[in-house]
């Protein structure tokens, strides 16, 4: 990332998430390597988190996946306004996004099977969520994000609901009333 701008530089396919520590190293051995995993694969992580820390590699761990619809708007968003550039060498996730359509019911399908063009634009996503919501120069695509998701709460609504389990569902509009983060 560059002055407000993601650029894909790079695009891999391993076997097993136990290869990609070397790997990774090998082409960037002197960068910050930041993983950030889908959270289904969460018990998987113990088995190479040695692996990782051998090769400097930081898990940045979350307790659940940011919502898809939220992050396909961002990627859109960030297409749209030329901030998320696919470089030449990464023509494997050019050809995924697309290739990825919606499903006859309106939603981003799943990905089914190891070569689906799906598992591709999810590490896209992921990795767009995480540099969005952690850098300043994309407050605006932040604050894009927070009025959709405030333009689709009905009134009788509550802004704050607890959902069980430990999480809590907080509405934007609780956030922010009116202000800008």
Not at 74 to 85: A, C, D, E, H, I
Not at 99 to 112: E, Y
Request: proline share 7%.
């Amino acid at each position: 990332m560059r002055g407000g701008v993601i650029y894909c530089v790079k695009y891999y396919d391993f076997p097993g998430p136990q290869d990609a520590p070397s790997v990774f190293r090998h082409d960037f051995p002197a960068q910050r390597i930041l993983w950030i995993p889908d959270v289904t694969i969460k018990d998987s992580f113990p088995q190479f988190a040695r692996e990782l820390r051998k090769y400097g590699i930081q898990i940045i761990y979350r307790k659940k996946n940011p919502l898809v619809e939220d992050t396909v708007f961002l990627v859109n968003k960030l297409f749209y306004t030329g901030r998320l550039m696919v470089c030449k060498i990464a023509k494997d996730l050019a050809e995924a996004c697309a290739q990825a359509h919606r499903d006859k019911d309106n939603k981003v399908p799943k990905g089914v099977g190891p070569s689906s063009p799906i598992h591709a634009i999810d590490g896209l996503r992921y990795v767009c969520s995480f540099i969005c919501m952690r850098d300043k120069a994309f407050r605006g695509i932040r604050e894009l994000i927070i009025d959709k998701r405030a333009s689709f709460r009905q009134d009788s609504e509550k802004p704050i609901q607890d959902l069980g389990s430990g999480y809590i569902q907080i509405h934007p509009s609780a956030l922010y009333r009116g202000k800008r983060l």
